[in-house]
């Protein structure tokens, strides 16, 4: 009988992103986020923490979709995230994220509770999504 030794599992669980290739055309869906809840006090550092380094740093989301309540700011690595709620009711969940200086990027949200089944077709599409400008 063998023994396989089992690694530790992470202490923060992998973060679930997918992103657009980097173009010059103009896109309107940038990637795709699959958080793992629906506590944006929580995700939403996981995802910044994961984003890629030359999208700067990010001062302000704004998020539609069936998200927890929570303050207007949130301290995110020693640096304020000012928080936004869009209310567009037949609007898809998404986030959008913007650093002065740097851009804005728009992620579709693959609700937390969707099966990996379901949700790997929708990163997929979101982040081969070419925008119209």
Same mark, same amino acid.
């Given at each position: 009988m063998s023994t396989a030794l089992q690694s530790p599992l992470p202490s923060h669980p992998v973060l679930r992103l997918r992103l657009a290739p980097r173009s010059d055309l103009p896109r309107s869906i940038d990637g795709a986020w699959w958080p793992r809840s629906y506590d944006l006090l929580v995700e939403l550092p996981r995802l910044l923490a994961g984003l890629p380094r030359e999208w700067g740093h990010i001062t302000s989301a704004t998020v539609n979709g069936a998200w927890s309540a929570g303050p207007g700011r949130i301290l995110v690595s020693n640096q304020v995230v000012r928080l936004r709620r869009?209310?567009?009711?037949?609007?898809?969940?998404? $986030?959008?994220?913007?650093?002065?200086?740097?851009?804005?990027?728009?992620? $579709?949200?693959?609700?937390?509770?969707?099966? @990996?089944?379901?949700? @790997?077709?929708?990163?997929?599409?979101?982040?081969?999504?070419?925008? @119209?400008?």
């Amino acid at each position: 009988m063998s023994t396989a030794l089992q690694s530790p599992l992470p202490s923060h669980p992998v973060l679930r992103l997918r992103l657009a290739p980097r173009s010059d055309l103009p896109r309107s869906i940038d990637g795709a986020w699959w958080p793992r809840s629906y506590d944006l006090l929580v995700e939403l550092p996981r995802l910044l923490a994961g984003l890629p380094r030359e999208w700067g740093h990010i001062t302000s989301a704004t998020v539609n979709g069936a998200w927890s309540a929570g303050p207007g700011r949130i301290l995110v690595s020693n640096q304020v995230v000012r928080l936004r709620r869009a209310l567009a009711a037949n609007a898809p969940p998404t $986030v959008v994220l913007l650093a002065p200086g740097q851009g804005r990027w728009d992620l $579709v949200v693959v609700p937390p509770d969707t099966t @990996e089944d379901a949700a @790997e077709p929708l990163m997929a599409a979101a982040a081969g999504a070419q925008g @119209e400008g």
